[in-house]
């Protein structure tokens, strides 16, 4: 049998881990399209769109998986 307490409270720490993670992603972002922008300015601009749209990537397929296991 699953514990209903750990039933809630696994989907509020998977959010808590993921938004630490892309907090220091973004933290760091700055940093790291300037050192591509030394390369290719379309390579720190594709590289900062990407970093943005995975962070919405990331949270819509987590609610697609939970709407499939009913959670």
Same mark, same amino acid.
């Given at each position: 049998?699953?514990d209903p307490v750990r039933k809630e409270r696994s989907?509020?720490?998977?959010?808590?881990?993921?938004? *630490?993670? *892309? @907090?220091?992603?973004?933290y760091l972002l700055p940093s790291m399209m300037l050192?591509? #922008?030394? /390369?290719?300015?379309? =390579?720190? @601009?594709?590289?900062?769109? =990407?970093? *943005?749209?995975?962070?919405?990537?990331?949270?819509?397929? +987590?609610? +697609? /998986?939970?709407?499939?296991? #009913?959670?």
């Open positions: 049998m699953t989907p509020a720490i998977a959010a808590a881990i993921i938004l *630490v993670v *892309v @907090a220091i992603g973004f050192w591509l #922008g030394d /390369y290719s300015p379309w =390579l720190a @601009a594709v590289f900062g769109a =990407l970093f *943005v749209l995975g962070f919405f990537l990331i949270f819509w397929l +987590r609610a +697609r /998986y939970q709407r499939r296991r #009913g959670l």
